[in-house]
């Protein structure tokens, strides 16, 4: 069967359009990159005639590009040939040229092969039409491309028909639906994606047009059993199954696409709400726990009562109602004033606490108090004076 991208209606008008150039026109018109025909008409002393002009190192560029490659896209190849070979009159070395510069080794031997068998086929039929090796030869056969009546254009445009025979022939794939099978849609991929590959798979390892009646049903089947869990089950739902447009199946693949991600969104939400009530929970039981706790006192009660007024819970020199004194004061003998109050006693200042840094209460010498703890007999200023306390 003939490929159905190598029989198009006729060449791009941006090349067929194009006549044959002259070297008055070539000046005059702006310079744009097309491929110049290797045949063209000049004026000779019997009228026309076909000059041949070999294909620069600038064309066959720009005809690679066009071309691409045979074994990666053979439907664009093959449509592009057409094209330029409608376009363009060729000899037979510009074909030989063509085809080498743009076909692996490989893929040239297999076209060939494939065309001269499509000759002897044809010949078996009809033996009008010559073998093979005849209808495309191995060299130069120095036809005659002049417009006349002897010419040889007819067998030149023979190989051609016969070469883009060769070329749908080698181009058939070989069909395997275990790749297309292979593609399975990734658990965040979008469907649009997904369908992308699909389809793609499909081009590539089958002979079915997505476009096509045929090819859009086992398109939308390999789409329903090869999403996700979750969109998978959504789309065997679908009343018309793999009859249904492809447009809609991936509607109904979107909405559960979209919902996956507002589920997930909510689940975050959620999340983040729990770790602040927990942390709220944890910040409030150490405050709680801070409170609960009752600071140290910085000082300890004096042992016993105070003297001068009999009751307990502070020192005798911060007595808040004192008692006054029965008897006179013993250093002045001025009544009204207790002996640790007389102005003429002398006071020993005490340092700060080695341990605390507080500044400890003076000793009044006289008092029977006790002596703080850190004047002992070796650190105070006046151990001479430790003895002389109170009767």
Known sequence: MPHSSSTPSGPPPSEAALPLASPVVAHTRPH???ILAPLREVAGT???????????LQD???????LESFSADSSTYIKEFQYLTQAYSLTWHDICIICTSTLTAEEHERILGAARHQADKDHAIDNQIPLGPEVIPSEDPQWDYQANRGSDIPKRDRIIRYLLRGMDTVSNKVVNYDKLREITQLPDENPTLFLARLQ????????????????????????????????RKKLKKAE????????DLVKMAFKVFSAREDAAEAAHQTRMKQKAALQTQALVAALRLAGNKKPK????APPGACFKCGKE?????????????????????????WKSDCPSFPRVPVPQNRHTGVMQPAVTLGRKEPVCQELTSEGAPFPSLLGLLDD
Do not use: M
């Open 46 to 56: 019997e009228g026309l005639v076909r000059v041949h002009v070999p294909f620069s």
């Open 297 to 300: 006192a910085e000082t300890h």
């Open 32 to 34: 744009q990159p097309t």
């Open 313 to 337: 819970g502070h020192w005798s020199r911060a007595c808040p109602q004192p008692w006054p004194p029965t008897k006179p004061c013993p250093i002045c003998q001025i009544p009204g004033h």
């Open 240 to 247: 018309e199954g793999s009859e249904t447009p492809i447009q």
């Open 60 to 66: 066959l560029s720009q005809i690679e590009k066009r």
């Open 200 to 231: 793609e798979a499909l081009v590539w390892y089958t002979r079915l047009d997505p476009a096509s009646q045929n090819g859009a049903t086992v398109l939308a089947s390999h789409f329903i059993s090869q999403s996700a869990p979750d969109i």
